[in-house]
T-cell receptor
Framework: EDKVVQSPLSLVVHEGDTVTLNCSYE??????LLWYKQEKKAPTFLFML????IEKKSGRLSSILDKKELFSILNITATQTGDSAVYLC??????????FGAGTRLTVKP | KAGVTQTPRYLIKTRGQQVTLSCSPI?????VSWYQQTPGQGLQFLFE???????NKGNFPGRFSGRQFSNSRSEMNVSTLELGDSALYLC??????????????FGPGTRLTVL
């Protein structure tokens, strides 16, 4: 059965801290893994990862995939209060759907 | 380019009623997926449509159904509503089927409350 586990489930940090969010997965015929940020409503897309070891960066956010060990991490450096959100990872396989993890709720305090 | 739109944004129904939610994908996108999000269960996949065909279905009862039209717009129907159906229903569109590595873009969601 496909499985997605995100850790930690909840994280509270102060502005300026660096955080690392984890996503481990077991997905049949894995094709790609997506990271999303969800604040109040719908998730917004962050990264799509398909190849191992290639870091994707966008400003203070970066992410990398390890297809051998079946996990991905999302790093946020110099966190700001606006980074407070639930971060979701979603690996997808050949069965045409995305499996979402429970998410990591990040709270950044001023 | 306009994003994914969903209507209505908010809906209040009573148990036993049925409801139809609508999703218009990004122009050019042929795949539409539906998700249910609740505080207890998180984000759960309902079904995906591609070129008017249901490609895959999540683990939901038959009360949940959907369809896609030739212009890629999709509707989701829930019959005989139950209290537990109260949730945020999200629609996501992508160029191709989600398992093929295409990025999904989400709409704002429809908040359904069942009383």
């Amino acid at each position: 059965e496909d499985k997605v586990v995100q850790s930690p489930l909840s994280l509270v940090v102060h502005e300026g801290d660096t955080v690392t969010l984890n996503c481990s997965y077991e997905v049949t015929n894995f094709r790609s893994l997506l990271w999303y940020k969800q604040e109040k409503k719908a998730p917004t897309f962050l990264f799509m990862l398909t190849s191992s070891g290639i870091e994707k960066k966008s400003g203070r956010l970066s992410s990398i995939l390890d297809k051998k060990e079946l996990f991905s991490i999302l790093n946020i450096t110099a966190t700001q209060t606006g980074d407070s959100a639930v971060y979701l990872c979603a690996p997808g396989g050949d069965n045409n759907d995305m499996r979402f993890g429970a998410g990591t709720r990040l709270t950044v305090k001023p | 380019k306009a994003g994914v739109t969903q209507t209505p944004r908010y809906l209040i129904k009573t148990r036993g009623q049925q409801v139809t939610l609508s999703c218009s994908p990004i122009s050019g996108h042929r795949s539409v997926s539906w998700y249910q999000q609740t505080p207890g269960q998180g984000l759960q996949f309902l079904f995906e449509y591609f070129s008017e065909t249901q490609r895959n279905k999540g683990n939901f009862p038959g009360r949940f159904s959907g369809r896609q039209f030739s212009n890629s717009r999709s509707e989701m129907n829930v019959s005989t509503l139950e209290l537990g159906d109260s949730a945020l229903y999200l629609c996501a569109s992508s160029l191709g089927t989600s398992g093929g590595g295409y990025t999904q873009y989400f709409g704002p969601g429809t908040r359904l409350t069942v009383l």
